[in-house]
């Protein structure tokens, strides 16, 4: 079974930036691609970024230029780098793992999430 564990979320002012971590157990971390989600209060889960298993990558629109995917192999790791930070991104945040990112930026969603992280974004 695989697992994953968020972690980096928090509250952080207008304009600032902070890290996002997922860290997968299990071997589908190598073999497959893997996401960032997330949900604002009232609102459905929408895709943040993914990323592919060959380091391919794709944002949404809102966040294109400020936050950046990357992962770590050898540490089964996600991350989500988010800069000039604004009120509407704050929302919790959930790792997909298990997915696969297609060239032209569909990403099928994979069978794995993880519990989430608040990232709460003040004015």
């Known amino acids: 079974q695989v697992q994953l564990v968020e972690s980096g979320g928090g509250l952080v002012q207008a304009g600032g930036s902070l890290r996002l971590s997922c860290a997968a157990s299990g071997s589908i971390f190598s073999l497959n691609g893997m996401a960032w989600y997330r949900q604002a209060a009232g609102k459905p889960r929408e895709l943040v970024a993914a990323?592919?298993?060959?380091?391919?990558?794709n944002y949404a629109d809102s966040v294109k230029g400020r936050f950046t995917i990357f992962k770590n192999s050898a540490k089964n790791t996600v991350y989500l780098e988010m800069s000039s930070l604004k009120p509407e991104d704050t929302a919790v945040y959930y790792c997909?793992?298990?997915?696969?990112?297609?060239?032209?930026?569909?990403?099928?969603?994979?069978?794995?999430w993880g519990q989430g992280t608040q990232l709460t974004v003040s004015s």
């Open positions: 997909n793992a298990g997915g696969q990112l297609y060239i032209g930026g569909y990403y099928r969603v994979g069978d794995y």
């Open positions: 990323i592919a298993a060959g380091g391919f990558t």
